[in-house]
């Protein structure tokens, strides 16, 4: 069973009941979740022996946190105990016209004041053969800065693969404080995943001519894009999501895998159209399909392939959490997606 690592925050999640608005509703529905945390809960349903990492308080709160990925199959031996507060983001789900909000609570959270020295990074990496991060994370400041710089060292000595997901935050900090921080970064990633906005926020790479809100994709110029960003950092792989976004409720869904090997030309994976039921975390779910994939079938079509697949069954779950089987993913990448009853 193959070990992999995840760092970041998880943050306690209050939805709105059904579609209803924030200034409606005098009840929320009450989840956690989090890039690293999504990542690494889809990971331990794919089989894989994952870690998540991050800091929470030794509060009944703090530990609800814990239990939300515990349950799931998450180990969670490496969580550092401390601090006062989880982190807290409220969502109101859009449809149609009108878009999803998210409003975040999450200062002085107990991850933000968490030191590299309170976790033995080389023990987290110890038979480790993955590590995930998002740019969620180093958006968060200083302190989360140097922690993640030291596991990306250590995780490098132990000759981990290291794969992370920019997802820019505008809510978080700017693009030049994102570029000044991320770029840097990047000297530690093999594996980049992104979305356009992604990528020329967070690294100053514009994406063609895309227009994501009027559903139309340049996909010439992702796949520039992609070789671009290969070549400037030496990465291994880069995968691109592709939103087409026709509204809140209806998105068409694929993606674009460049690498070394499989895929030396940037190639399109299938194209799913989805019908929402919850968005928040597709991106994560990708990320997980994406690193089952490359670490467990027989090439990086295929991986693509599972990853966008995986992310699309994620669309229809509501919560943060991708909680689908590896054979249900197969099974849709086979052209199982009719939506029938099985009996």
């Not at 490496?78 to 969502?91: E, Q």
């Not at 514009?206 to 010439?220: F, H, K, R």
């Not at 090439?299 to 229809?316: G, I, P, Q, Y």
Request: hydrophobic share 40%; charged share 25%.
């Amino acid at each position: 069973m193959k070990k992999t690592v995840t760092f970041g925050e998880i943050m306690l999640r209050l939805a709105t009941p059904g579609f209803s608005r924030f200034v409606q509703s005098d009840t929320f529905d009450a989840t956690y979740g989090g890039g690293e945390a999504n990542v690494a809960v889809a990971l331990a349903g794919y089989g894989f022996d994952s870690h998540f990492v991050t800091r929470l308080p030794a509060h009944e709160i703090g530990q609800a946190a814990v239990n939300a990925v515990r349950k799931y199959g998450v180990k969670t031996d490496y969580i550092v105990r401390g601090g006062d507060r989880v982190g807290i983001y409220f969502l109101e789900s859009g449809a149609s016209q009108r878009a999803s909000k998210v409003i975040y609570d999450r200062a002085a959270s107990a991850v933000t004041e968490m030191r590299p020295n309170m976790v033995d990074w080389d023990a987290v990496f110890d038979g480790a053969d993955w590590f995930h991060w998002t740019g969620i994370t180093p958006a968060l400041g200083k302190n989360a800065q140097d922690c993640l710089m030291a596991a990306c060292i250590a995780a490098r000595k132990a000759d981990v693969t290291i794969s992370c997901d920019l997802n820019f935050r505008k809510k978080l900090w700017t693009e030049k404080q994102a570029q000044d921080v991320m770029n840097p970064l990047m000297e530690h990633v093999d594996v980049c995943v992104a979305n356009e906005e992604d990528i020329q926020k967070s690294l100053g790479f514009q994406a063609g001519e895309t227009n994501v809100e009027s559903a139309e994709l340049d996909e010439e110029g992702y796949s520039e894009l992609a070789k671009s960003i290969k070549k400037e950092y030496d990465f291994s792989t880069v995968a691109i999501t592709l939103r087409e976004s026709f509204s809140a409720s209806r998105n068409g869904w694929s993606a674009m895998l460049h690498d070394s090997g499989d895929c030396i030309e940037p190639v399109r994976s299938t194209r799913y159209d989805i019908q929402i039921v919850d968005r928040v975390g597709g991106g994560d779910s990708f990320a997980s399909g994406l690193i089952c994939g490359l670490l467990t079938l027989e090439n990086s079509r295929d991986a693509l392939e599972f990853a966008v697949a995986a992310s699309c069954l994620k669309h229809t779950i509501t919560g943060d959490f991708n909680l689908v089987s590896r054979d249900e993913v197969l099974k849709l990448m086979e052209g199982g997606g009719s939506g029938r009853v099985e009996r």
